[in-house]
């Protein structure tokens, strides 16, 4: 009787003992296979080939996978607040790399959203197999717009707000070389608004009160890297001139031909360019004070060359319209001329980044006394997260483009480019080093910088 009994219990140690290593053996297979996910999590949230950082879309819906899936940040499930707590719990253990995918699955509050003008811009929590959080990213959700497109050459008039200085010099005195703008601290870019406390627009308003000023200390006000500074000149009398001089070279207006991207048939605003209007000495973008489009026609060509950039020469016209804004990604007005009453401009719907593939495409562009041409160009890489005028880069194919201009020359900027009936954006600039080759723009990073009082509810 005994020893049945020892044989039971030594029987339930067994048992006991294949149940407890079961379960350990369950519990380290949940384990390796959390740790895996967590792993992949924050490889995938780690690189942007499974997400950019920026998305463009008509409907968020359209992005999810099996795999990849978005979700509004303030919008946390059960298993994302437990998430982030086991992320804070472990901070201290946690490499730099999981604190930073913490972090960044962390709930922030607030989306964000503006929904001005048929688009909204919210941050997303992306989130691989509808359960992990693994980054955030900022998904821009468009209307689906019709736009005419453009391809005809425009001609700008320019004008300052403020006037741009672009270089300081030595002015010969009877007592030696002077630089008064140099020694008040002026530099290159900066824009000068005020003298002596009267707004000033025009570099002869800047001579003439520099002249009056006799010699005496004059107060400047400038504007450099959008801050506001002031600043104390005293001018040199020149020995050659008999003129009292600043020593600074200024600029307050500019002229030149480019290509209209796109109309709004709806109140035939209109945005050209791709990229903004730039003093040719400084580079830096022009403060637009007021400005004006003009009518051109094409009437020559400078065919580019490797390192030898080409150009469309034109006659300026009547005036068309008139110039709002001057951006980093275009140059926006109204038109109050109906350019687009020619039959073959037909409103096309826009494609975003996410629309855009590698391969075929076309260009409307005006490059002779023609009119509007189309051309055969290729896309060869895209740059998803680019947020400036160079997004892409393409190739100029088609042989009668190549023949007249040898590839993209300047005032070609802003030719409207199309893809599977869409258009998807613009021509901005010119490889020196081979021009048939060079970049585009995102329509939607032009349509964002698009002034609001042009948009259309």
Not at 260 to 278: K, R, V, W
Not at 308 to 326: H, I, Q, S
Request: charged share 20%; proline share 4%; with cysteine.
């Amino acid at each position: 009787m005994t020893k049945s009994i020892k044989n039971k219990n030594k029987s339930r140690i067994k048992s006991n003992d294949s149940s407890k290593l079961s379960s350990l053996i369950m519990k380290s297979s949940m384990i390796f296979v959390l740790a895996a996910l967590i792993s992949t999590a924050m490889f995938l949230g780690a690189v942007d080939f499974v997400t950019p950082k920026t998305l463009t879309t008509f409907n968020v819906e359209n992005l999810n996978g099996r795999i990849i899936t978005y979700a509004k940040s303030d919008e946390l499930s059960s298993f994302d607040s437990v998430w982030n707590l086991f992320a804070n719990a472990n901070k201290s253990k946690a490499s730099s790399a999981f604190n930073n995918i913490s972090r960044q699955a962390a709930y922030l509050g607030g989306d964000g959203e503006n929904n001005k003008n048929n688009k909204s811009e919210s941050e997303y929590t992306v989130k691989l197999f509808g359960i992990f959080p693994i980054k955030k990213v900022n998904i821009t959700v468009f209307s689906e717009t019709h736009l005419i497109p453009g391809g005809l050459p425009f001609g700008v008039r320019f004008y300052t707000e403020g006037v741009i200085v672009v270089g300081t010099s030595e002015i010969e005195t009877e007592k030696g070389t002077a630089n008064p703008g140099k020694n008040a601290g002026v530099k290159t870019s900066d824009i000068i608004v005020a003298v002596n406390g009267a707004p000033v627009s025009t570099s002869d308003e800047v001579a003439r009160l520099i002249e009056a000023s006799k010699g005496e200390t004059i107060s400047i006000s400038i504007v450099r890297d959008g801050k506001s500074l002031n600043m104390n000149l005293k001018p040199a009398l020149s020995n050659t001139e008999k003129k009292y001089k600043s020593g600074i070279w200024l600029r307050d207006s500019a002229a030149g031909i480019g290509t209209i991207t796109f109309i709004n048939p709806e109140n035939n605003s209109f945005g050209g360019l791709g990229h903004g209007i730039c003093d040719i000495d400084t580079g830096s973008l022009m403060p637009l004070r007021r400005g004006s489009v003009v009518n051109t026609d094409i009437d020559a060509v400078i065919k580019g060359k490797s390192e030898v950039p080409g150009e469309l020469k034109g006659k300026f016209k009547d005036n068309a319209g008139t110039l709002f804004a001057n951006t980093k990604n275009g140059v926006f007005g109204i038109l109050t001329e109906n350019l687009a009453s020619d039959e073959n401009f037909t409103p096309l719907p826009i494609g975003l980044r996410s629309d855009i593939k590698e391969g075929k495409a076309s260009i409307f562009s005006t490059v002779d006394d023609t009119g509007i041409k189309k051309f055969d160009i290729e896309i060869i890489k895209i740059y998803k997260n680019s947020s400036d005028s160079k997004n892409f880069l393409v190739k100029i194919t088609d042989p009668e483009l190549l023949e007249i201009t040898g590839g993209i020359v300047q005032g070609m900027s802003g030719s409207p480019i199309i893809q599977d009936g869409k258009i998807i954006g613009a021509i901005t600039h010119v490889l020196v080093s081979d021009p048939s080759k060079g970049y585009g723009i995102f329509i939607d990073n032009m349509l964002d910088s698009m002034p609001e009082v042009l948009k259309t509810e």
